[in-house]
């Protein structure tokens, strides 16, 4: 059964730090490129970070360059996401996604991100 759970999310204040990851199941994870998207209340899901098979090629939106990094570890069919310097604005579900030839085919149930003071 194809799983990818996204853990990590929370509560934390301006300028805080969380690490995010997702583990993935039921499908060869070192074959696909996977990404980290997110969704605010009353917007629209957008991308924030993806990693190509074999971290050959790695890509952020720029609100999120120099502040977020994403890994991955195939070895444990894993995907992080490491928020540092974090703001309101970053406040989302975030959602991982895995995409083969650039066709999103599996995804996760997300994970809260609230950043608050």
């Known amino acids: 059964q194809v799983q990818l759970v996204e853990s990590g999310g929370g509560l934390v204040q301006p300028g805080g730090s969380l690490r995010l990851a997702c583990a993935a199941a039921?499908?060869?994870?070192?074959?696909?490129?996977m990404s980290w998207d997110r969704q605010a209340p009353g917007k629209e899901r957008e991308f924030v970070a993806g990693?190509?098979?074999?971290?050959?090629?790695?890509e952020y939106r720029d609100a999120v360059k120099g502040r977020f990094t994403i890994d991955r570890d195939n070895a444990q069919n894993t995907v992080y996401l490491e928020m540092n310097l974090l703001k309101p604005d970053d406040t989302a579900v975030y959602y991982c996604?895995?995409?083969?030839?650039?066709?999103?085919?599996?995804w996760g149930q997300g994970t809260q991100v609230t950043v608050s003071s």
């Open positions: 996604h895995a995409w083969n030839y650039g066709q999103l085919v599996y």
């Open positions: 039921g499908f060869d994870f070192s074959g696909y490129a």
């Open positions: 990693i190509r098979r074999a971290d050959t090629g790695i």
